[in-house]
């Protein structure tokens, strides 16, 4: 059964998926974007501005864009790349993946206009497919070399996460780990924290992450766990009070009740010859938390993630 298009007014149409227990995902076609995540309880798990603007060509500030094939300005592109610019359609053949449950789950592609090969002279397809389940989003890109020549990319799935204050809540698994500054002109730091916390604006890509990060957020009671695999780099971003005054559409206090972890690949630019195809994957869990200890408790953690 074909996923149903939802059309909404001028915004881009979009598609709602949902599963057993009570969740739902939103997905829009134009740049192949999360819009919304809501659990069994009906939160939403995803940030969403207050000033957001709906309307295409502009992406939408928050959920989850895909930044292709250029993350941030690390290239001559526009911010970001232009597929989070792009209006996708559905995938009709996404092999080698298995065909999926349209019920929870939908295959998108976008594939290199002639407009885009005049910025980025590589011809490729673009695929995601997003899942939903029982407290747990999975996002599987995958790019294929269409052309007859090899070409790199930087990629990052940017999530911006609801949080109840970003001021209270921790990140574990960056520890020790080197990052660029992004505020220090990618000055190379090492993360001395045994957690990072957060009481000013932060711009950093950590390099060669493990593949587990976690945000704690005791007063939600909950830790949000990002797993991935193929983007080795994670870039946390909070633009703080300053900075957010200055986004046209970010609400002057947004700041404070999002966080954005994305999974990246950033330092070291994926290679990929012709008929070659790449593929990462993403894991958002949401796990329960009731303990203060500061600790990320493995067990729980790793029940949260079957």
Request: with cysteine; charged share 30%.
């Amino acid at each position: 059964m074909a996923n149903n298009i939802i059309k909404d007014g001028d915004r881009s149409p979009k598609v709602i998926l949902h599963e057993p227990t009570g969740s739902t995902v939103e997905v829009m076609l134009y740049g192949a974007q999360v819009v919304s995540w809501k659990n069994e309880r009906r939160e939403e798990l995803l940030f969403m501005s207050n000033k957001a603007v709906w309307k295409p060509p502009k992406p939408v500030r928050g959920g989850i864009p895909i930044c292709f094939p250029q993350f941030a300005n690390f290239g001559t592109l526009e911010q970001h790349g232009f597929a989070r610019n792009r209006l996708w359609s559905l995938d009709d053949d996404p092999s080698p993946l298995s065909p999926a449950n349209s019920q929870s789950s939908v295959d998108l592609i976008l594939k290199s206009t002639e407009e885009d090969l005049k910025t980025w002279p590589y011809r490729f397809e673009l695929r995601l497919r997003i899942i939903v389940s029982a407290a747990k989003l999975t996002l599987i890109p995958r790019v294929r070399n269409v052309d007859n020549k090899a070409f790199t990319f930087t990629l990052a799935l940017r999530n911006y996460f609801s949080v109840s204050d970003v001021s209270e809540v921790r990140v574990e698994g960056l520890e020790t780990l080197d990052y660029f500054d992004n505020l220090s002109k990618r000055e190379r730091y090492t993360e001395q924290a045994d957690a990072i916390t957060f009481d000013g604006e932060i711009d950093r890509v950590y390099l060669s992450t493990p593949t587990k990060i976690a945000i704690i957020d005791h007063e939600k009671k909950r830790t949000i766990v990002l797993r991935k695999e193929g983007m080795v780099d994670a870039v946390l971003w909070n633009p703080w009070d300053k900075k957010a005054k200055a986004i046209p559409d970010l609400g002057d206090e947004d700041y404070k009740t999002m966080l954005c972890l994305d999974a990246a690949a950033v330092e070291n630019p994926i290679n990929i010859k012709p008929c070659e195809e790449w593929k990462g994957r993403q894991e958002l869990s949401i796990v329960s938390s009731s303990y203060f200890s500061g600790q990320l408790d493995p067990q729980k953690v790793a029940n949260g993630l079957r």
